[in-house]
Each structure stands twice: as C-alpha cells, then as structure tokens.
C-alpha cells in the first residue's frame, strides 16, 4: 500500500552537495522543498568519536549499506557482469551531507578547455585526433566564463582555499581563504617544480585554512590538520560539508521539509513529465507517493541513472547503436603514472595532514602542453599529497618487499614516516562502450534492477600513464629519494582494487537532445519538469576531483529550477 | 620542557610500557597455568611445563578485561595467535601481532556484524568471478576463517605431521605462502588466498586499530611505527621540518569532552 501524500512545489531527491544546494537556494527564494534523504540527519555531534579509522575507513560508518543495494560490473561489453559484494574503489556516501561530508575538500575548477573540448580540439589538431570510439567526446554547452559566477559562489559558501593559478581560467575573484600551510614534503615538491620550471600550487581545499563566515552568515573554524577527512566527518566543522553548511541554512528558512530514512524507489511520470515520487521509510517499511511541479534528481552519480533507468524517464543508451542518452559516457579517474619516494635517513610528520593538503603543478593538464606529438588528449596533475597516513590502511614498502612477514614488518615500520609520493591525477574521457544500464539480473531488496557498470580504461589512459610517469620519475629524482618505484604500466580496472571514487557521466549535459540527457541547467531534455544534478551530468572527467564543478553546476540548476517555476518549458531551446 | 627533553621522555614512556607488556601477565611472562584457560594464555606452549594446580587461577593478574573469547573456540584461538605472529611476527622494533593481542581482536570482529558480512550484498547467484571482479562467495567471513584454521591445521598435518601451532616458525610460514598462492583446497570451492587476505586484513587491523577493539595492545602497535593515534590537531607539528615524536593516545582519550 502507497500512501498519496499532498503536492509540493519541489522534491530533491538526495541531500548531499547538490540536494542541498537546491534546497538552500530554493528555500531562501521562498519555494517550499521536501528533501527526501536515505540514511540519516548528521550534524558535528556524530563525529566526536571520529578518529577511528578502523570504523570509518574500513568498516565504512558513512556509506551506502551494500545488503540493500549496490552495482554490478563488468570490464567488457560481453562479458557478465557481478555484483561488488562489499567495498573496494568505489565508497558511495548515506545519509544528509552524502559524499560530501566524507570528501577528501580538493575543490577544483574545471579548465576552459574542458567545456569546449571537442571544438578546441579540432582547432588546434584536426577532427582525425579524436579517435573513432571516443565519439561522445563533446562539448558541454558552455563556456568556462558562463561558469566562473556559479564557480565562485560555491568557492564563497564553501570557503575554499587556493592561490590564483595562471594555467586554469581567470577568476573574478581570489579564494576566500589563502591557502593551507606547506609541510615539509610539499616544500620538497615545490623546490624540484621551480627547479624545472614550473609554477607549482597549494590544491585548492574546502579544509578551510583560517576561521570564516560565508555569505550566508554561517561562521566555521579552521582546519586542525588532524588527518582525518576522507572517509570521516570533521568534528569541528572545518570541512565543507553539506550539513554544516547550505543544509543549516535550508533548515533555518523553516521551507525545507527534510524526511530522512526515504529512499526514493522510482519517479513518477505522465505525458511527458514527472508527477513526483515514491519513496520507502527505509525504518518502518511504509511506502508514500510524493507528488511535485519539480522533481530534482540529485542522488550519486549511480543512482541517478539507475532511477531514470528503472522509471522509464529518457531513453536508455545503446553501446551499439550509440543512440539514447540515459547511462552514456560514464567516465572515471586515471591515476596511472606516479611515483613513490623512499628515504633511508629522512622522517615527515606524515601522522598529520588534511584530505585536501597538498601541492600540485598544471603544466600536464588539460591542453596546457602540445599534444600534437603524443598519442593520447588531455592530462594530468602532477602532484603530492598530505593527508596523513593512517596505519591500516598505509604500509608502503618499496617494490618487491612480501605484503606479509617478518621483511614486511621491518619495512613497513622503516619507511612508515620516510615515504612520500609524487602522482597523478588524469582526465578521464568517454569510450562508447564505458557505461551504465541496467543489470538483467541482480535487484535490490526491494526487487528493483541494480546498476550494471561496464567499464575499461582507455588507450588513452594507458599512453596518457606512460607519459606522466617520465615527469613523476624526473622529480623524485630531483628530490633525490634513495629508493623510487615508479608506476609506468595501468592496469585493467579492478572494482575491487582501485583507489578512486571519482565517478562521472551517465545522465550528461550538452547542446544537443540526440547526445546528452540534459541542457545546461541540467533540466532534461525528455522531461522538463526533471532536473538531474550531480558529476552525472558530466560529459567527461577532468584531470580533477569533481565537487568544484558538480558544486558550480548545482547553482546553476538552482536557478534554472526558480525560471522553470514561473515560466515552464524548456529553458534552452536544443 | 625543551623538545630535545620532551622527544626523551615520550622514548622512556614509550621503552617502560613495552617492559609492562613483556612482563606482565597479559603475556604471561612468568606464572604458568593449567587447563583450559592456561592453555588460551600461554606464550610459548612448546617451552614450558604446564602447571595444572588449579589454585593459581586466583593470582592469574588478567589485567586487561578485553581478553576473553566471544566466538573462537580455545584451540581456534591458539591457531590464530600462532597464524598472526608470522603475519606480523615479533622483532627489533618490538611485539609482533601475538603479544599485540591481534587474535582477541580477530575473534571480536568476528563474533560481530562484519563476521556475518551483515552491510555485503548478499542477494542473487553467487558465479565464479573474473579476477578483475572481486570475490563472490556465499561463505561468510567468521565460516571462511574458522575453514581456513582447520585447513591450515590439515595441510599442516599432511605435509609435517603436526598441527599448525606446533610447527616451527619457518614451516608455519611456508604453509601460510601456500595458502597465499591458493596451492591449498579450502571448502568447497573457496581458494585458500581468500582466507589468507582475510588473515592478512584482520593482523594488521588487529595490529593498528585502537584498542578498544581489544588489538594493539597498550597502542604498541601504533608507537612502534611512531603513529600518535587520535589526537586532536598537529598544527604545529605539520609545519615543522624536523620530525616530532608524539606519545600515543586512543579514543578513549576523547572521552568526556
């Protein structure tokens, strides 16, 4: 049994970044929203016993609970695909805050030529460098400077810190916080990278590095450098997180109607357009429909897909026929290429550290080298990292060192504080057969299709790889490590293995109805009262962590949302 | 107190707790017991004579009320213990994952939601995976490694006529690579690397996670590789270029706040 509830302007599905930036926004313009979240309410509180890697990192307190619902994959298109039983490179966040309050805060613009990656392309290397299956390469609809307003709004309401960097896109403004502190290891990145001639760069974080008050008049504190952001919550609030930021200032409007334990089953639809929604109490079982004007979708990148899929919202992509739009160019992260450092007589603080601490050169990203030699586009950060090395989860012991026994003990504890290493972080662009659809045979608990993931790295990622791990061996050479192991080779994908999270596509935004899913407000195409917000919407990954740009878009789509209430249709004609 | 002082006093902290835990009865160091508690907290059972005078169950000085079993079985618990030292065996720097009490914690994980695999996907037909797919067996974690202790016992017996516990540490550890390079015939059609990443897992979470998990004992684990466990910020120390030695603290030092 269903129970009908009374209608209501706008319901989000969702309440981590994007949900809650909506919701924020709506809500202060005085729209009525019903935020519809499947795990719990979080505030501070919930994190006092918070360092605890052990129930955090490796017994995942903050994520999706996989006996109820989880992926399938599958590296090829033939091959069949099985369900990721329990986790390993992908964490999917619960409850409000989402993904954002587990985030690491690295918070990345996007690079102008990122927006208008197929035209740029063209124009400095001809149509012939884009290979035949990387045909979904396209651009997004628009520009890097119809962006930087809506950059620069979540950068103020976030707090993010950075220092202006010539190689990205101008910016109207500089970082409302300076950037986070150099320890030792980034000042040894930072020598080698001026050495080469390189202008070298604090990563932008959300980890906020002096107390601040947004916009909004929401006051935090700075970041303590206690090393536990990824996985974990900040208990003093320092982080950017949802639920301490746009969330509150929802609540406060009194407009924000916030059910928890609601995972929302499917969309409803007639002629066209959504009716609304119908979600389960995740506690009692109950079941409600939850009729809107605007259903906005903003769930994780998976799950977005997989509701359109499961309720006959869009059409579906084929691989084959490269037609349908719903699941299509689902892209990843490249990591391939980095370096690790060993030092026999030198120790770093590594115990400390912040998800966002780091330092990072943009000579290798995007279109900011020529490629016209090189068989592969776009590129990577090079860069290194502080997060603070928790013991569980980091032992690194130099190449050919067992992974177990008296040798790996000695090591592991020898190079525990003497290790440090110079990375990459690479763009990672479509491939007509990486994406997402629905899986024929495994469901959730409530007997609904689990999203099928088919999934490779790329020739371009393996040639992209190659590339970056000449420059990541130059500087730990420069740096003068006694031991380096460089990583030249990507493996096949691993879901089991692999250590990125950053997972984009699947519900893409663009120009044209017959290649993307959505318009530049994320509004789609196929039912306009529908808006999908999320890195879904991306039509390719960066050489980035994807919050910055997914925060961007989310203010875009807040106002997009607020035209849609008054005039209706569709707020870019295709 | 200057840094140089304060760096020497957290070294002695540091020295005199390791002398506590290899002195005291946690280990058993000295008093040796009878029966089938005696047996659970033997260090060495090849080295000494057991004792069977039920009197010294009085003075036993169990200090720590972590050390006690919720799921193993006494005999499953030595093979653990025995299994987790070659994992991550005692030497220079300190305690291997015996004396660390990384069995008690394995035991405690075990008896818990994880061991019954309760937030894995547990729905549809359980196929033979493709490497790149990660494992899909319908075996939970606390059945995988109560099959692995007694395979570990029975590849033992076939190839040295002797249970695990018994074998010298060079042979425990090539029956452990066996069972890492899936040579060994688990159950059913579960491989013998599955339980041997399991073991590996569970040694060093027992090894490094805080001790109210009932492993690392003392936080041993954590000061032997210099890791200051859970404290509240390193403000200064991150911006030092020298290295900063910090005493340990667990969770339980947040507690009251």
Redesign the interface.
Known sequence: MVTKLPKVPVVVVGMGWAGGIVSAELTKAGISVVGLERGKDRTTADYAMGHDELRYQHRQELMQDLSKETITYRNTVSGKALPMRHYGTFIVGDGVGGAGSHWNGQTYRFLPYDFEIRTKTIERYGIEKIPAWMEGLNDWGITYDEMEPYYDTFEKMAGISGETVELWGKRTNPYPTPPLVKTQLMKEFEKAATSFGYKPFVIPAANLSESYTNPDGISRGACQYCAYCENFGCEYGAKGDPAVTVIPVAKQTGKLDLRTHSNVLELTKSGGKADGVIYVDMLTGEKFEQPADVVVVASYVFNNSRLLLNSGIGTPYDPKTGKGTIGKNYCYQVTAGGSQLFFEDREFNLYGGAGALGIEIAEYMGDNFDHAEVDFLHGAGIRSTQYGDRPIAVNRVPAGTPAWGAEFKEKSIKYANSNFPVKTQGASLPHKENYLDLDPEFKDEFGYPLLRMTYEYTDNDRAMGKYMSAITRKFAEEIGADIIDTNEVQAPFNVNKDGNTHNTGGVIMGTDPEKSALNTYLQMWEAENVFVLGASAFPHNSCFNPTGTLGALSYRAAEGIQKYLKEGGLLVKA | MSEQEKKESVLDKRSSRRTFIKNSGLTVGGVVLGGALGSLLIKDDKSTTHNTDTQNHAKTPIANPNIALMFFTPNQYQITQAAVE????E?A?GP?AKELNAAVYIDHQLAGP?GS?????????F?K????????TKLLRKDLFLAGLDSLNKYSNDQYKADFKELEATQQ?EV?LAF?EDKVELYGKVSSSQFFSLL?TL???G????PM?GGNNEMV??S????????????A?????K??E?EPQS?NS?MG?
Not at chain 2, 224 to 235: A, E, F, H, L
Request: a negative charge; hydrophobic letters at 30%; charged letters at 25%.
């Open positions: 070659r994992i991550f065996p030497d720097n291997g994880w695999n309760v937030k894995d996907y547990r729905l549809g037909a196929y995976a493709e490497e790149n797919q990660g494992p899909q550890d452990l890492s590996r040694t060093i979470e090894v490094y996670a805080d998990y684990g954590w032997m590789r210099k890791y200051p466990g859970s404290r509240m910020q390193y403000v120390e991150i911006q030092d270029e290295f900063i910090l969770l947040h706040h």
